[in-house]
């Protein structure tokens, strides 16, 4: 089946633009994580979202970013205003569910690149 | 808090030699074990995972067992190729829905 779909996978955009990133994830989980992942860097938790739930936002940097989850299922992040040190690769994970032994099914990411 | 503790890289070995990539942890439950792999320019992919004290966890030639007496999870493999060259992340899951994330090894196999 399809597995955790992301988009764009590359996006170059200029400091000061305001940029959305979008997961789609597989049908049926309910779990929803966004992590970003510096060059050579291990995982920064930003964002995760379980069902109908309030999203744990506590990993966003700054409030200039934000990411919402439409009906269950589609995930957007948004940066706005970028800063350069918002370059990195921004990966989206989903979950049947998001406890115990399941696992997370990871995208392929969106590499950002701010000039 | 919990937290997962593993080699640093990178690591770099010879086609069919063994590997060991140590991993450590500490968590007042008692979590799920997990490790990821995540290949150059690819997401991170589920490897191999155990739930419980004495299982054991293998895919694609590796193996890892849950060893609750020395809190350890270490990865092994006894010959490896090219293709096993990535990042490995070891990860915990406790009580909640957080995965806690070891740092990655880089792992480099010259043929």
């Known amino acids: 089946g399809a597995g955790v779909s992301q988009s764009p996978s590359n996006k170059v955009t200029e400091k000061g633009k305001d940029v959305e990133l979008r997961c789609d994830p597989i049908?049926?989980?309910?779990?929803l994580y966004w992590y970003r992942q510096s060059l050579g860097q291990g995982l920064e938790f930003l964002i995760y979202?379980?069902?109908?739930?309030?999203?744990?936002k506590s990993g966003l940097p700054s409030d200039r970013f934000s990411a919402e989850r439409t009906g269950g299922s589609v995930s957007t992040l948004t940066i706005q205003r970028t800063q350069q040190e918002d370059s990195a690769v921004y990966l989206c994970a989903s979950s049947l569910r998001g406890q115990g032994d399941s696992p997370l099914h990871f995208g392929n990411g969106t590499r950002l690149t701010v000039t | 808090g919990d937290s997962v503790t593993q080699m640093e890289g990178p690591v770099t070995l010879s086609e069919e030699a063994c590997l060991t990539i140590?991993?450590?942890?500490?968590?007042?439950?008692?979590?799920?074990l997990f490790w990821y792999v995540q290949y150059p320019g690819e997401g991170l992919q589920l490897l191999l995972k155990?739930?419980?004290a004495d299982d054991k966890g293998s895919n694609k030639g590796f193996e890892a067992t849950y060893r609750k007496e020395t809190t350890s999870f270490h990865l092994e493999k006894g010959s490896v190729q090219v293709s096993d060259s990535a990042v490995y992340f070891c990860a915990l899951r406790d009580s909640n829905y957080q995965l806690i994330w070891g740092a990655g090894t880089k792992l480099i196999i010259k043929p």
């Open positions: 155990a739930t419980k």
């Open positions: 049908s049926g989980h309910t779990a």
């Open positions: 140590n991993c450590t942890y500490t968590a007042t439950g008692y979590p799920s």
């Open positions: 979202f379980q069902g109908n739930s309030a999203p744990d």
